[in-house]
Structure formats: structure tokens, C-alpha cells
């Protein structure tokens, strides 16, 4: 089997998973540039299985994942493995639901208009059922759908994943990111009429227009 | 059943204080019993708007500290002897006051007035924590102006998470900015904002002047400002369907008639 380093959502979080003989360095370069995309949010956990790797190293990965204010805990084999309660709603945040455990997150549906100051997480996709006001922030690990006006920053996928894309009835969003790129909304922008979809193609980030 | 109503706006300078004077004073000189709280600890203005601030003897600072009870830090109004002022400090700060107490007060108060507004200070710290916690519903005052616009769409957002029914006066508009496209109209601000309008009230220089003399234009029968601020009143007391409409200015024709009937 071939070795490889892949991080995956759980219902626990984040989940590090080693395949194969994997050494060190591999493990080591994959969450670096990981961490470099800005894929982890400062605060969130990663786990890893408590004997996947000796003391030496583990103590190597938990430095380095601090640098960034990312968590590494152990995931014990026997645990019981209960889901957590859903954290409390903050004003300000939503977090996705709680995943299944052998499927991907599934898509996060918010039924109302983002407003400034708001910001909407989630490690798969989103779908907006309401605008995105100026100042409101969406993160999505997959792709998002916005049915309305788009003028807050979108970043779709926010793990690396250069696929993503962002539709919206109306694209008008201050900032633009998929992935580790970036694009920022011209000076005048002219209200679309009709509805858009920004994607990666040639190494940029370009929106094409699309019936729907 | 009394009503605790808590006037905010995000942005400083769009005119919670003089919206809260003038519905207060629009209120009570319908005969409702009125108290207006001043939350903006360490910059009070309420009490400058309202002519009041020379018979200030305790504050809510005194009654948060159990120093005073409200009844005996309530300043009562000469003119409009239903209506009262619950006046903060000037010299302590916003940190003098947690809105669990601030809770407990207004909560003494329901059962002696009709309406309890509170005016709450700029900003989304504890000030403005203080204020929002015992209002039964808001008010969102902004101007047609994106950086107004954008403060009141965070503070709506916040209120709505807290479960409070929010309704909109948009204050100081100029309708000839409005109308060239500088300032917002009413569909942009509605676009971002999508809440229930219950005022427009248009810019005028007789709120200056209001300010200084210590009363609210509500009294005034020739401010534009005024007219709006009693439309609100009686849209906030009867549900009245009022219209919006922009002010005219008086032709020639109908000032020259005016100036003949003296």
C-alpha cells in the first residue's frame, strides 16, 4: 500500500490519517502546507490514533501544529465514541452538523440572509437560502451556493481543494478566495443580472456567467 | 402592559439620543407615562437634549451601586410632567454598570410607566450589552449612508440572534443626495437591512438648534424633523398606517399667501 498522509472530517473534527509505512517527513510536509493554505482555523483540533506514530515525533507534529494554534490530540482506540454535544450557538458563528461517520460532511443549508459580522464555517459545502451582506464571511471546505445577493467575502475550499467554486444569483463579494487564491472585487462593481460562477481555470480565478 | 424599547444604531452620530428625546417627549405629551434611560455612561447627552442637566442629582451608576433607588435618581420634566429622565454618569465609564443589574432596574421600572426607552450608546461592547438586555423590542436608527448602513446590519444581526423584534427609522436624510444617488434610497437600504421601516425622518438644522436650547423639535411645529418624529410617535402609540412622504418645501406662490395671512 502506498504511504500516504490524508486529513479527513469526523464527527469528532479533524482526523489524521497515516496509510501505509509513512515516515516523518512526509507527514510533516503534508500539514505544512497545509497550515500554509490557511486551512486550519486557529483553535480547531486535529486528532491522530495514539500509537500511529513514537513519542519523538508526536511531540515534532504537536510544535509544529501549535505554531498555528492548531491542537493535536490523541484518539484513543477503545474510546467510547459518543458523539459530542453540539456546542452551543454562538451569535455570530454556525457550525455544521455533526457528520456521519463513513460519509463526507454533508452540505450546510442556512436559511436566511448572512449580515455584516456574521461568519458561516463549514468543512463541506454551503448552500445560502438569503444574501450575503457586505461584511459577513463564508468558509467552506467544499463549494457555495448562494441564492441571492453575494457582497461579503467567500472562500470556497478553504482545506485546498482548487475545484471549489462559488455560485451566487448575484456575485458581487468584496473578496473572492478558492483555495490559496485570492481576487479582489473591482472598484465600481456593476450589479450582474444575472446569476455567475467563479472558478479556478489557468491558475486564476475567473467568474463565468450560468442559466439557472 | 408596559413596553421597554431600546433605540441603537451601531454608528455614533446618526441620532439614537435626539430620536430618543423626541419619541419620548412625542409620547408623554400624548399623556403615556414615559422614562427615558441614558446608558451612554461617561458621554451622556440625553439629559443636554432634553434641558434637564442642571437638576441631576443621582444616576445610574448611583442605582446600579445601590446607592440611590431609580425613583430618587429620576428626573422628572417640567413642561411634560409624564415624562422622566433616568440620567447616567458623566464620570464613570461603561464598565460601571453589568447588564444583569441593568436588567433588574428596568424591570423594577415596567410597572410604573408606560413606555421605558433606552437610549443605548455607538458601539457592540458592554454598553451596548446593557442596554439591549431587558428591551422587549428595538429600534435600529441609521442614515442613508454605507458606513451607517453597514453598523446596523451587524447590530440587527445581533439583536435577531438574541431573539429581539427590530424596527427601522432611517434619520438625516437629504433628499436632493437621495436623489442624485450619493445618499442610499430606500430600496439599497432596504436591500441590506430588510426590515419593517417605521420612520424617515429628514435632515434638518432645527435639531441643532434643539440641542441647544434643551427641547426636542417634536414640539416644534415647523421642523421637518419634527412632523417625522410625530408620525412615528403616533405609528409606534395607534398604529397608524401613516405614508411617507418627502417634505415640500413651500412653493413661492404658497409662502407669498402665507406672508399675506400673516
Known amino acids: 500500500m502506498k504511504a500516504r498522509v490524508r486529513i479527513r472530517g469526523s464527527q469528532e473534527g479533524l482526523l489524521l490519517l497515516l496509510e501505509g509505512a509513512v515516515d516523518f517527513d512526509l507527514i ?21 490514533a495514539e500509537h500511529a506514530i513514537d513519542e519523538r ?6 510544535a509544529l501544529l501549535k505554531t498555528s494554534g492548531v491542537i493535536l490530540r490523541a484518539r484513543r482506540e477503545k474510546e ?9 450557538q454562538k451569535s455570530s458563528q454556525i457550525q455544521a452538523p455533526t457528520p456521519s461517520p463513513s460519509t463526507d460532511v454533508p452540505l450546510l443549508v442556512v436559511e436566511r440572509t448572512v449580515r455584516s459580522g456574521q461568519e458561516v464555517q463549514t468543512q463541506g459545502s454551503v448552500l445560502v437560502l438569503g444574501n450575503v451582506n457586505p461584511g459577513a464571511h463564508i468558509i467552506a471546505g467544499g463549494n457555495i451556493d448562494i ?7 467567500v472562500h470556497a475550499g478553504a482545506y485546498g481543494d482548487q475545484t471549489a467554486f462559488i455560485l451566487a444569483d448575484r456575485l458581487m463579494p468584496t473578496q473572492i ?3 490559496e487564491m485570492i481576487a479582489q472585487a473591482p472598484d465600481t462593481i456593476e450589479a450582474p443580472n444575472k446569476a455567475e460562477k467563479a472558478v479556478i481555470r489557468d491558475g486564476q480565478i475567473v467568474i463565468e456567467s450560468l442559466e439557472r | 402592559m408596559s413596553q421597554v424599547i431600546v433605540i441603537t444604531s451601531g454608528k455614533g452620530g446618526v441620532g439614537k439620543t ?3 428625546a423626541n419619541i419620548g417627549m412625542g409620547l408623554a405629551k400624548m399623556g403615556k407615562k414615559v422614562a427615558l434611560v441614558d446608558t451612554d ?22 442605582v446600579a451601586q445601590k446607592r440611590a433607588t431609580y425613583k430618587q435618581a429620576l428626573v422628572r420634566h417640567k413642561q411634560f410632567e409624564t415624562l422622566y429622565l433616568l440620567p447616567t454618569s458623566q464620570v464613570a465609564d461603561k464598565s460601571a454598570i453589568e447588564p444583569v443589574r441593568m436588567k433588574e432596574i428596568i424591570d423594577e421600572m415596567r410597572e410604573d410607566f408606560d413606555y421605558v426607552l433606552v437610549d443605548c450608546p455607538a458601539g457592540i461592547e458592554q454598553g451596548f450589552e446593557t442596554a439591549v438586555i431587558a428591551a422587549d423590542w428595538a429600534i435600529c436608527v441609521t442614515m442613508p449612508e454605507v458606513s451607517a448602513v453597514r453598523d446596523a446590519d451587524k447590530i440587527i444581526g445581533k439583536l435577531q440572534a438574541e431573539g429581539k423584534e427590530i424596527k427601522l427609522i432611517v434619520n438625516r436624510i437629504r433628499q436632493n443626495l437621495v436623489k442624485d444617488g450619493t445618499m442610499l434610497n430606500m430600496e439599497q437600504i432596504d436591500d441590506i437591512l430588510a426590515i419593517p421601516c417605521i420612520g424617515q425622518v429628514p435632515d434638518d438644522e432645527k435639531v ?16 421637518y424633523a419634527g412632523q417625522a418624529y410625530r408620525n412615528i410617535v403616533r405609528r409606534i402609540e395607534e398604529h397608524a398606517e401613516i405614508p411617507f412622504v418627502e417634505p415640500q418645501k413651500k412653493g413661492l406662490v404658497s409662502r407669498i399667501i402665507d406672508a399675506i395671512k400673516g
Open chain 1, 57 to 62: 515525533d508526536w511531540k515534532r507534529l504537536e
Open chain 1, 28 to 48: 510533516e510536509q503534508e500539514i505544512k502546507s497545509r497550515l500554509e493554505t490557511g486551512a486550519f482555523a486557529r483553535g480547531s483540533v486535529l486528532e491522530l
Open chain 2, 41 to 62: 455612561t461617561g458621554l451622556r447627552n440625553l439629559d443636554l437634549l432634553l434641558g434637564l442637566e442642571r437638576r441631576i442629582v443621582y444616576t445610574l451608576v448611583d
Open chain 1, 80 to 88: 467510547d465514541k459518543t458523539p459530542k454535544k453540539a456546542p452551543a
Open chain 1, 177 to 179: 478566495r478558492i483555495a
Open chain 1, 147 to 153: 441564492r441571492g445577493t453575494c457582497q461579503g467575502i
Open chain 2, 18 to 20: 435626539t430620536t430618543t
Open chain 2, 208 to 223: 441643532i438648534d434643539s440641542a441647544n436650547v434643551g427641547e426636542p423639535v417634536v414640539v416644534w411645529e415647523d421642523s
